[in-house]
């Protein structure tokens, strides 16, 4: 599906009228960005439109796929980051909230100056969500934004932050907790 004719009508359906051609859309870019990013990166822009439409699929969908983009176009990737936010404080949608915590962590992870910007909604997302159905995924993404090139005062707050759970908790979370601490770099 490197074929950018291919591509393109599917990239134009985010923004149709009809909500199920909208969902199979952003299932479809977000399956070939899981192949192969680079094709779809081109649609960032399209991708980044479709986080406002009204449907959850779609805008989880389009996440997703945008933080598979931050590999391949990390600064057209980082226009979503106003969308992201919105999403992570969604409150009718924990898969749209997980996919934005996923882009936070992805994003942030690549340079310092971007982590210092999306830190605070990563914190916030942290207090706000430990608990609920999503948490064990969004620690998945901590983990991996704990590995990324973190600016010292984050590596600090985050340590902080997870402190408690590695400490006091129990089970899994104890030992996801004690993981990410472990793993900044």
């Known amino acids: 599906m490197s074929d950018k004719k291919k591509?393109?009508?599917?990239?134009?359906?985010?923004?149709?009228?009809?909500?199920?051609?909208?969902?199979?859309?952003?299932?479809?870019l977000h399956a070939l960005a899981q192949a192969d990013p680079k094709p779809v990166a081109p649609y960032l822009d399209d991708l980044v439109d479709a986080l406002s439409r009204p449907e959850a699929q779609t805008r989880w969908e389009a996440l997703e796929t945008i933080t598979l983009m931050v590999d391949v176009d990390s600064k057209g990737a980082a226009k979503a980051l106003d969308e992201a936010e919105s999403a992570l404080f969604d409150e009718?949608?924990?898969?749209?909230?997980?996919?934005?915590?996923?882009?936070?962590?992805?994003?942030?992870?690549?340079?310092p100056a971007r982590c210092d910007k999306v830190w605070p909604l990563i914190d916030e997302?942290?207090?706000c969500y430990h608990g609920d159905l999503e948490f064990s995924d969004m620690l998945v993404a901590l983990y991996d934004f704990a590995g990324g090139k973190l600016s010292p005062e984050v590596k600090q707050?985050?340590?902080?932050?997870?402190?408690?759970?590695?400490?006091?908790?129990?089970?899994?979370?104890?030992r996801r907790a004690q993981q990410i601490i472990d793993n900044i770099k």
């Open 157 to 174: 707050a985050l340590r902080d932050r997870l402190e408690f759970d590695a400490t006091n908790g129990k089970g899994s979370m104890q």
């Open 7 to 28: 591509i393109k009508p599917i990239a134009e359906m985010l923004s149709c009228s009809k909500r199920v051609e909208r969902q199979h859309a952003a299932a479809a």
């Open 125 to 127: 997302g942290i207090q």
């Open 92 to 111: 009718e949608s924990g898969p749209v909230r997980l996919a934005a915590m996923r882009y936070l962590c992805k994003l942030g992870s690549t340079t």
